[in-house]
Structure formats: C-alpha cells, structure tokens
C-alpha cells in the first residue's frame, strides 16, 4: 500500500507563490509516477501537472504552464509542486496522486493512490 500526503495549501494573494508537498509512505517504488490534480468549487477534477520517476517526463496543463513546476526529492519521496503567478481561478483543493504505470497521465481515473487534498485559496 501507498500513502500520500500533501502540505503547503492556504491562503495567498493574486501574483502570489506558494509551494505544494506531496509525501509518499509505504510501497513507493511501485508507484513511479506522481501527479497533482485540482478540483475548483463546483467544477471536475482537473489534471494540473505530473512527472515520472527519474524526472525525464513532465507535463502540465495549458492553465499552468510557464506559472507552475514540479520537482522530486528522492531522499524524503517527495514531490512538489511550486506554483507562482497564482490568480484567483487556481483556488481549489489540490490532490497528489500517484500511478503503478510508467508514464505520466491527464486520466484521473489511471491513478491509484490519492492524498486527502490541500486547500489553496487565491484572493483578488
């Protein structure tokens, strides 16, 4: 089993930054790829950005692009998430997950460990 944990959610200004972890515990060498969705008030989830393992594959949403990165921190298995540039529209709860498959993913639906979310608010 994996677990996953996520941090750095609040409460920032619009052109703000803030800084998303996402924390794996368990059997985290069975899960190569870790990605971060969102889910805005009254919208779907959405895919944001995700990575492989070794780092050599990225991909990010056209919303995000240019505005937000990912990088891994492979001594705490750790995945972040800095976002700058933020604007009101990317309020939402933000959800890490992760996926046994080897490439990374838009489908929510492909991944099979999520975290309980963080909450990041921007205010105009």
């Known amino acids: 089993q994996v677990r996953l944990v996520e941090s750095g959610g609040g409460l920032v200004q619009a052109g703000g930054s803030l800084r998303l972890s996402c924390v794996a515990s368990?059997?985290?060498?069975?899960?190569?790829?870790t990605a971060w969705f969102r889910q805005r008030p009254g919208k779907e989830r959405e895919f944001v950005a995700g990575?492989?393992?070794?780092?050599?594959?990225?991909d990010y949403a056209d919303s995000v692009k240019g505005r937000f990165t990912l990088s891994r921190e492979y001594a705490k298995n750790a995945v972040y998430l800095q976002m700058n540039s933020l604007q009101p529209e990317d309020t939402a709860v933000y959800y890490c997950?992760?996926?046994?498959?080897?490439?990374?993913?838009?489908?929510?639906?492909?991944?099979?460990?999520w975290g309980q979310g963080t909450q990041v608010t921007v205010s105009s």
């Open positions: 990575i492989n393992w070794s780092g050599s594959m990225t």
């Open positions: 368990g059997r985290t060498f069975s899960i190569p790829v």
């Open positions: 997950a992760a996926r046994r498959g080897g490439s990374v993913d838009r489908d929510s639906d492909s991944y099979d460990y």
